[in-house]
């Protein structure tokens, strides 16, 4: 199922998608331009959070990889930064060098503005025109006891006009199997599998009872397409299973010790180190009291202040969270939080990258019309085994791209089809292979995004750790730390330690703690992280010596910020309000840029339990070659060591 062996007579240019495309422009149907008809293709909705959304388009290009399909990618919706009507989505190219992608992993790639028009287009402009098409798609999210009858809800369908009808992935597809009732991740295999016939006609076959019908036609649910494979989300995937994460927060000197860690380690390495002071930390901390503890951490932690540099009014929206983690990929050294996938790809690309050290409502409009087939529950890593288990094999998904594996799917699913808005049932459609949510999937973990961080990930190792920044977003977090460290934007900026502090929305993991304070790791665990960082930075052979600390985070209160300012002025953060980038660049642009800000450090330092922190964490390890940490949260002391 690795798609390998001889091209296929469309390969051609990864570049050029007109081998694949009978238009340069988008079209009023998807199905009528596509153009190779042996080409066979995959998309998933977003629908989890920028961050997790980033890891679920990784997820879907390595499905891709995995059945031979091109990945035709959404665009990111504005879960975090506003309403779709306020904000709008930003395309996938507009944050990622996809022409450095698609000739890395030597696949074509493309995006759904590719290949239909949305429909706010047709309704702005006479000449343009979006028909509503109906589409089968699998969904993943109907694995979870809680919306066990309800695909994921994502924008995408209905900004594209597709009126889709989903069949569950079998419960089998999760990660046990189906052994354990309460998973809800799926295994990539599992879900991979589904882009095959034997496999996709089986989930098919068990899951068309329950497919959900489109809008359009409520009594005739549509069968998952084939062509265009698609899945309702690609987040909740895995490969191995994974310990339950732990439900606290963890001080800010928890950070700090394992700043100085990496800062020692960073010194020791061969050729003389490197000491990195300077610790730029990132948050999504609001507290300023949180930030007090981090300014207090000293002169050489400092973040990014957004507001300040008013961020979102001169660059957008997006911008203060992808300079955060465009901050923390470009450290030497990283420090991050456990759990958070945001620290966690700033710590890989930080290592990869920098060869460092990382410890308002959308206005409705009816036009998509979905008929759902849920997949077989043989489709959970428990094969079904588990009661209550959503975790999806990857590979089972997957099947159902192919012939025989779509065929006993199908046989098996096909009195679950949910019918249409008109109540016809539509099987899953072929060509445009299609799921629900391809977030809850995996190999073997158990636990959400457990496979996406390991070590051995194929997400990350073969895809996340490719999907750079585009030019015009990396050189603007450039420009913005250039600012904040003092420099010449025609200067190299200096190493520093990028700090993803997860706060805000972590709030209602400490219900059973009235005082947040001692559910959160204080500021001072967050300066002994990144002191630590800084020391295992000069430690390495190649040591350096990185002072400066730059800080994300989703607190507002000033007094944490005030925190964060006293531990010294080479600790710092991009003040998106300040610095007006919604304004300037959009409202995407504060999250999207403090992402990038985060995989620019040289070391990392996040939030245990947050995607922004691990996936920062990520980037700053494989791609400033950094090194980074997560800081435990969730008690008094629970990132002492």
Same mark, same amino acid.
């Given at each position: ?9 469309w ?8 081998v ?7 079209t ?16 998933a ?8 959304d ?13 059945t031979?399909r091109?990945?035709v990618?959404p665009?990111?919706t ?6 779709m ?6 395309a ?13 992993? %030597?696949i074509?790639i493309?995006e ?5 028009n ?11 025109s ?7 798609c ?5 694995l979870?006891?809680?919306d066990r ?10 900004w ?8 569950? &992935?079998?419960?089998?597809? $999760? ?20 882009a095959?016939p034997?496999?996709?006609d ?9 497919t959900?019908?489109t809008?359009?036609d ?7 397409d084939?062509r ?6 690609l987040?909740y995937?895995?490969?191995a299973?994974e310990?339950e994460?732990?439900?606290?927060f963890?001080p ?5 010790r394992r700043?100085?860690e990496i800062?020692d380690a960073?010194?020791?390495r ?6 990195a002071?300077? !610790?730029?930390?990132t948050?999504d ?6 930030w007090e ?6 002169a ?12 979102v ?5 997006w911008?203060p &969270?992808i300079?955060?983690?465009v901050f ?5 050294g990283f &420090?991050?939080?456990?759990h ?10 930080v290592?990869d990258?920098?060869? %460092?050290?990382?410890?308002e ?12 087939t ?9 094969r ?6 959503y975790?999806?094999?990857t590979?089972?998904l997957?099947s ?10 199908l ?15 539509v ?14 999937i995996?190999?073997v973990?158990?636990?959400?995004a457990?496979d996406?961080?390991?070590?051995y990930s194929p997400?990350w190792?073969?895809?996340g750790t490719?999907?750079?920044?585009t ?5 603007l977090? $450039?420009?913005?730390l250039?600012?904040?460290f ?8 200096p190493p ?12 209602m ?12 790791a204080?500021v001072?665990?967050y300066?002994?992280? !990144?002191?630590?960082?800084?020391q295992s ?9 990185v002072?400066?600390v730059?800080?994300?985070s ?12 006293a ?8 003040d998106?309000?300040a610095?007006r980038?919604?304004e ?17 450090? $040289? ?6 339990h947050?995607t ?9 390890h494989?791609?400033q070659?950094?090194?980074? !940490?997560? &800081?435990?949260?969730?008690?008094l ?5």
């Amino acid at each position: 199922m690795s798609g390998g062996g001889r091209l296929a007579p469309w390969v051609g240019s990864f570049a050029d998608n007109s081998v694949l495309l009978n238009s340069r422009k988008p079209t009023s149907r998807f199905r009528d331009n596509l153009r190779a008809s042996d080409a066979k293709f995959i998309t998933a909705w977003p629908s989890s959070g920028w961050t997790n959304d980033v890891m679920a388009a990784m997820n879907l290009v390595y499905m891709g990889m995995l059945t031979g399909r091109v990945p035709v990618i959404p665009p990111f919706t504005p879960s975090h930064v506003g309403s779709m009507n306020e904000v709008g989505p930003i395309a996938f190219r507009d944050v990622f060098d996809v022409q450095a992608l698609t000739y890395g992993l %030597g696949i074509h790639i493309l995006e759904w503005d590719d290949l239909k028009n949305p429909a706010i287009a047709a309704a702005t402009n006479m000449n343009v025109s979006s028909e509503v098409e109906r589409l089968g798609c699998w969904s993943t999210w109907m694995l979870n006891k809680v919306d066990r009858e309800r695909p994921r809800d994502s924008a995408v369908p209905q900004w594209y006009n597709l009126d889709v009808s989903y069949t569950p &992935v079998p419960p089998s597809f $999760t990660l046990s199997h189906g052994h354990q009732k309460d998973q809800y991740y799926a295994s990539l295999w599992s879900l991979a599998s589904l882009a095959y016939p034997k496999s996709r006609d089986w989930a098919w076959a068990t899951q068309r009872s329950r497919t959900l019908p489109t809008t359009t036609d409520p009594k005739e649910p549509v069968e998952p397409d084939d062509r265009m494979l698609c899945f309702d989300l690609l987040y909740y995937i895995g490969l191995a299973n994974e310990e339950e994460a732990k439900a606290c927060f963890a001080p800010a000197s928890a950070y700090a010790r394992r700043v100085k860690e990496i800062q020692d380690a960073l010194r020791a390495r061969p050729n003389g180190g490197i000491d990195a002071r300077h !610790v730029l930390v990132t948050s999504d901390e609001r507290n300023p009291e949180w930030w007090e503890e981090i300014a207090e951490l000293g002169a050489e932690w400092g973040w990014i202040d957004h507001a300040t540099e008013q961020t979102v009014q001169k660059h957008g929206k997006w911008y203060p &969270v992808i300079l955060d983690a465009v901050f923390q990929s470009m450290g030497v050294g990283f &420090v991050g939080t456990d759990h958070s996938t945001m620290s966690q790809l700033a710590q890989k690309r930080v290592e990869d990258w920098n060869q %460092g050290l990382g410890a308002e409502k959308l206005a409705y409009m009816l036009f998509v019309d979905v008929s759902f087939t849920p997949v077989p529950p043989t489709f959970t890593l428990s094969r079904g085994a588990i009661e209550n288990d959503y975790i999806l094999s990857t590979w089972a998904l997957a099947s159902l791209a192919y012939p025989e594996s779509r065929q006993r799917q199908l046989d098996w699913q096909r009195h679950r089809i949910l019918p249409d808005s008109s109540g016809k049932k539509v099987e899953p459609d072929d060509q445009l292979l299609c799921y629900d949510l391809l977030y809850y999937i995996g190999l073997v973990e158990s636990a959400p995004a457990g496979d996406f961080f390991a070590d051995y990930s194929p997400f990350w190792n073969l895809v996340g750790t490719r999907m750079h920044w585009t030019k015009p977003l990396t050189d603007l977090a $450039t420009q913005y730390l250039c600012r904040q460290f003092g420099v010449p934007e025609s200067s190299p900026v200096p190493p520093f330690i990028s700090v993803h502090i997860r706060r805000s929305d972590f709030k209602m993991a400490c219900f059973t703690e009235k005082d947040p304070d001692k559910c959160f790791a204080p500021v001072k665990a967050y300066e002994r992280r !990144v002191n630590e960082i800084k020391q295992s930075l000069r430690s390495r052979p190649n040591g350096i010596d990185v002072t400066k600390v730059i800080v994300t985070s989703d607190e507002k209160d000033p007094k944490w910020w005030d925190q964060i300012a006293a531990l010294g002025p080479e600790w710092g953060w991009i003040d998106h309000k300040a610095e007006r980038t919604a304004e300037k660049h959009g409202q995407w642009y504060p999250m999207i840029l403090d992402a990038v800000i985060q995989s620019f450090g $040289t070391g990392f330092v996040g939030t245990q339990h947050s995607t922004m922190s691990r996936i920062a964490h990520k980037r700053v390890h494989d791609w400033q070659d950094g090194l980074g !940490v997560e &800081v435990q949260w969730g008690s008094l002391g629970a990132d002492d060591h």
